[in-house]
């Protein structure tokens, strides 16, 4: 039996995702059961979750203990993580055929190392695309320039893509042109437009974090005073949100939108990632709540599904309020706090961590195929 508050949440028109994926629970009932009971209908990875569940219990060993002789670090990563992704995309497939292709996808992500180069992300997401071998995979590139260059040549080949680590307005609006362009090539070439699927993952909290911390300088500097500050925090991240989604449907109206959508393109859905509340005095479900509305994805821990299982509440907020959302922009930039500058800073310190998970996670691998009488190699 589907949750009530969950179900209200999926039909006013918001996939959810789960953001976590382990080896158990893809093997023990609990995704399948959470696809019914929770409404799922795809699932998210990246590195530290990775990390997270190979280095918890011994779930991963078999696997680990049998790789080939001579295996590298990345390369036994690459089968554990595509093994899971592939299961994993076979329990979302009944979602992914009931919707027509439409949803039911499962991420997985290219390595930090091309974060920047544009042919590296292109051979990496090929390899992967190839690797786990299902139609409701969606590789995750980051939202660089490089990366919105590698986008649209993925798309015109055919790949799913879920474009990370967007944090500004206006890297959205590079990575929707390189979308739209990457469909206007696969149209040129006489391939099918409607089997090739992507969304674009927004970062809410951590805009929320980062301007907090600044307020709270500019507090302790004597520059601004602790009510005004207060009055300022908890606003920032859901207003830019709800401006990449005026985005989203300007973008996706209009003539260029009309022809390729005639040829049965679908549009590159906004994904809100970095929906778990970081200040314990915000509302637990806040980055659910106020980005409700149509044709959107959010990507949920396990925590914040609970919470809203439990108290959330559904509304459409998505396109409602954004007067008072350009004030709360405004007030936040009247302080001397450029949206511009610290969104830039955020995307820089989001490729930092990915790279660290990624160490962290490869470090880990290569000690538990030591401990289990099958070391590794340190290079690719």
């Known amino acids: ?143 660089t320039p490089a990366g919105s260059e590698a986008l649209c040549q993925l798309i015109a080949d055919g790949v799913n893509i879920n474009v990370t680590l967007l944090f500004a307005v206006e890297a959205h609006a590079r990575v929707i042109d390189a979308y739209l362009a990457g469909l206007e090539a696969r149209a040129a070439s006489g391939a099918p437009l409607g ?36 009055a300022l925090k908890g606003k920032a991240a859901v207003a830019n949100a709800k401006f990449a989604y005026r985005l989203f449907s300007e973008r996706f109206s209009g003539p260029r939108w009309a022809a390729l959508a005639a040829r049965g393109a679908r549009v590159q859905r906004p994904l809100w990632a970095s929906t778990s509340t970081k200040n314990p005095t915000y509302r637990d479900v806040i980055y659910v709540e106020e980005l409700v509305g149509p044709q959107t994805v959010n990507t949920l821990p396990p925590a914040t599904l609970e919470a809203f299982r439990d108290h959330g509440e559904t509304r459409r907020t998505i396109d409602a309020g954004l007067p008072a959302a350009e004030q709360a922009i405004a007030a936040v930039e009247d302080v001397g706090i450029s949206m511009q500058q610290f969104t830039d800073k955020l995307l820089v310190e989001g490729l930092a961590a990915f790279q660290k998970s990624f160490d962290t996670l490869l470090a880990g691998l290569t000690a538990k195929a030591a401990a289990l009488g099958r070391p590794v190699s340190a290079g690719r």
């Not at 951590?206 to 500019?218: F, G, H, N, Q, T």
């Open 1 to 143: 039996m589907p949750a009530p508050r969950l179900q209200a949440l999926h039909d006013a028109g918001q996939s959810l995702w789960l953001d976590y994926i382990d080896r158990p629970m893809l093997h023990n009932g609990e995704l399948a059961r959470r696809i019914g009971d929770d409404v799922l209908t795809g699932m998210t990875s990246n590195p530290a979750i990775f990390e997270k569940a190979l280095a918890q219990g011994t779930a991963y060993d078999a696997q680990v203990a049998a790789a080939p002789a001579g295996s590298s670090a990345w390369q036994l990563f690459e089968t554990l993580a595509a093994t899971d992704v592939r299961t994993a995309c076979d329990l979302f497939r009944g979602v992914y055929d009931a919707t027509g292709g439409a949803d039911g996808y499962v991420s997985l992500e290219v390595s930090p190392n091309v974060a920047n180069d544009a042919a590296g992300t292109i051979r990496e997401a090929r390899h992967l695309w190839a690797l786990v071998d299902r139609p409701n995979v969606m590789i995750k590139v980051p939202g």
């Open 195 to 230: 089997a090739v699927a992507s969304v674009a993952s927004f970062f809410v909290s951590r805009v929320d974090s980062e301007i907090d911390k600044r307020l709270d300088a500019l507090v302790l500097s004597g520059l601004l005073t602790a009510d005004a500050a207060a």
